[in-house]
């Protein structure tokens, strides 16, 4: 049994995509898989059960990289095929069943669209991420026993998205304070290394001996490892928010110029808190995402700090 498995160029959607890989393999036990997906993404699958290769497609003019994937897999008779891509190649893939994403714009969850290629729109599987023997063992090097960890990312793809640096602080004050969800925690950032030079002041003013400094220090995976050991998770709306909601801990994410209900975090601990202003009516005229300021002034510490405070009652409920 031979699967390949098309996915997405960006992280959080290729995140989002892993509760249909999961499905697929728990309904064929031993399948040899191959993921295809873009260059951001690809260590992500690297502890998947069975996986024989990771085929990384760096977008090329013209669509080019599409004809390296047929290159690279036309040779096979594929068991399933799953497209997540909309690819028009992978009908010249042979393989004996097919899963496709479907064409509509309808506006659901990233997630329950994902799954409508299964047939599992109304019960879609939750996203999760493969963590091998060896990468835990890293991860507990990374972040070792002691006092619970606040997991911080304060960064996004583009800079509309991204909440004040000085918010971030505070919020990690007040969280982190003795009356705060967890008291005298330490606090680990993640973040690309290319990423660094807009929060430095922030990883600065975390004390030495409270902080865990991963900005630009791990792979995406062994982010998700370290992200698994932490108590609760904070950060803009991005792939890495995807990333610690897949690892099952609580998750809140910061919304602004971005719509919640279609990519929220998922699963059983997770929330959002947005801007006052609704994503409709948040961008100015003739908007340049490229070139824009913060869009999330719209969010006060106040705002931030009941709903972590919230989601953290109700995950204490829930496991009591």
């Given at each position: 049994?031979?699967?390949?498995?098309?996915?997405?160029?960006?992280?959080?959607d290729a995140v989002l995509s892993t509760g249909v890989l999961d499905r697929l393999i728990h309904e064929n036990p031993g399948a040899g898989v191959t993921v295809a997906c873009g260059p951001a993404a690809a260590t992500l699958?690297?502890?998947?059960?069975?996986?024989?290769?990771?085929?990384?497609?760096?977008?090329?003019?013209?669509?080019?990289?599409?004809?390296?994937?047929?290159?690279?897999?036309?040779?096979?008779?594929?068991?399933?095929?799953?497209?997540?891509?909309?690819?028009?190649?992978?009908?010249?893939?042979?393989?004996?069943?097919?899963?496709?994403?479907?064409?509509?714009?309808?506006?659901?969850?990233?997630?329950?669209?994902?799954?409508?290629?299964?047939?599992?729109?109304?019960?879609?599987?939750?996203?999760?991420?493969?963590?091998?023997?060896?990468?835990?063992?890293?991860?507990?090097?990374?972040?070792?026993?002691?006092?619970?960890?606040?997991?911080?990312?304060?960064?996004?793809?583009?800079?509309?998205?991204?909440?004040?640096?000085?918010?971030?602080?505070?919020?990690?004050?007040?969280?982190?304070?003795?009356?705060?969800?967890?008291?005298?925690?330490?606090?680990?950032?993640?973040?690309?290394?290319?990423?660094?030079?807009?929060?430095?002041?922030?990883?600065?003013?975390?004390?030495?001996?409270?902080?865990?400094?991963?900005?630009?220090?791990?792979?995406?995976?062994?982010?998700?490892?370290?992200?698994?050991?932490?108590?609760?998770?904070?950060?803009?709306?991005?792939?890495?928010?995807?990333?610690?909601?897949?690892?099952?801990?609580?998750?809140?994410?910061?919304?602004?110029?971005?719509?919640?209900?279609?990519?929220?975090?998922?699963?059983?601990?997770?929330?959002?808190?947005?801007?006052?202003?609704?994503?409709?009516?948040?961008?100015?005229?003739?908007?340049?995402?490229?070139?824009?300021?913060?869009?999330?002034?719209?969010?006060?510490?106040?705002?931030?700090?009941?709903?972590?405070?919230?989601?953290?009652?109700?995950?204490?409920?829930?496991?009591?």
């Amino acid at each position: 049994m031979k699967i390949l498995f098309i996915t997405a160029t960006r992280v959080g959607d290729a995140v989002l995509s892993t509760g249909v890989l999961d499905r697929l393999i728990h309904e064929n036990p031993g399948a040899g898989v191959t993921v295809a997906c873009g260059p951001a993404a690809a260590t992500l699958f690297q502890d998947v059960p069975g996986l024989e290769r990771v085929l990384v497609l760096d977008k090329m003019v013209f669509s080019l990289h599409w004809l390296g994937l047929l290159a690279a897999c036309g040779g096979t008779v594929w068991d399933i095929l799953v497209d997540l891509r909309k690819a028009p190649v992978s009908y010249l893939i042979p393989h004996h069943r097919a899963y496709r994403i479907g064409r509509s714009r309808e506006p659901i969850h990233r997630v329950k669209k994902l799954a409508e290629a299964l047939g599992l729109r109304d019960n879609p599987p939750a996203p999760t991420i493969w963590i091998g023997d060896a990468l835990r063992r890293r991860s507990e090097g990374l972040i070792p026993d002691g006092l619970p960890v606040l997991a911080v990312g304060p960064t996004a793809n583009w800079s509309a998205k991204t909440w004040r640096a000085d918010c971030f602080r505070e919020l990690i004050e007040r969280l982190t304070a003795s009356d705060g969800i967890l008291p005298q925690g330490r606090v680990a950032l993640f973040g690309l290394d290319d990423e660094r030079p807009a929060i430095l002041r922030l990883i600065d003013s975390i004390p030495e001996d409270r902080r865990i400094d991963l900005v630009g220090k791990v792979d995406l995976l062994t982010a998700g490892a370290c992200l698994a050991r932490a108590a609760f998770y904070v950060g803009n709306d991005s792939g890495l928010m995807h990333l610690a909601a897949a690892t099952g801990i609580p998750t809140l994410g910061l919304f602004g110029p971005s719509p919640e209900a279609l990519y929220a975090p998922w699963g059983a601990h997770c929330a959002v808190v947005r801007t006052d202003e609704s994503y409709e009516s948040i961008f100015p005229e003739n908007f340049d995402h490229r070139h824009a300021e913060t869009l999330m002034d719209g969010l006060s510490v106040d705002k931030a700090e009941a709903a972590a405070r919230a989601l953290w009652a109700q995950v204490k409920g829930d496991t009591a």
